[in-house]
């Protein structure tokens, strides 16, 4: 039997609520600051800086998001208002506006590498059963310009540490490979989600 190939990573993915039900596409706008310099990936995640606009949360164990970028919009000075699905960076504009998955209740799908640490090539690898429920570490791999679309994912080693900033819920079934292992998981904010924690903003 052809199992189903993830290639590489490509985010964090909007597919469900917590409770079963859809994800409904629903988004919320918060302000990105002019001439921000980082990139923003379709599919990275973001987090509230002290200044109250939207910066690219560094995925790794210890984050503090607001949610998961999914685009943005701004003026441009030759186009007009401007629609993007990432933020290139360095966009100089008073109204850089950031569109963000930001219910702490939205399962999304992710794909899963083999290691904590940003390499090159990213090596796909895999959960088995007993992942499920667990804990695990985003991983901080730079976006595709091309696509504009993020390349974060989750690492393969898990654990129940509290601290860590993602649950994993469910494994996708479609991905499941020769070896009985899973590519994909359908994970949740853990540890940190900045509508829930306690301390508000962090970065």
Known sequence: MAYPTVSGPYGLVPVKMVNGNPYNGATRAYK?????????????????????????????????????????SYTDPTYGLTFRNYYPGSITASDITAYVVDDPNVL?????????????????????????????????????TTTGRSRIAIDDTTANTATLPIR????????????????????????????????GQGS
């Open 32 to 72: 990105i600051a002019s001439n921000y310099g980082t990139a923003i990936f379709n599919g990275d995640a973001v987090t509230i800086h002290t200044d109250g606009t939207v910066i690219r949360d560094v995925a790794d164990a210890a984050m503090e998001p607001i949610g998961v970028f999914v685009g943005c």
């Open 108 to 144: 999304f799908k992710v794909a899963v590498v083999s290691s904590a640490a940003n390499t090159t090539p990213i090596v796909i690898a895999d959960l088995s059963q007993a992942d499920v429920g667990r804990n695990a570490t985003m991983v901080n791999n730079t976006g595709d």
């Open 168 to 199: 994993i819920v469910a494994l996708v079934e479609e991905t499941k490979n020769a070896s009985g292992g899973y590519t994909e998981a359908l994970v949740k904010w853990n540890a940190g989600h900045q509508l829930n924690n306690t301390t």
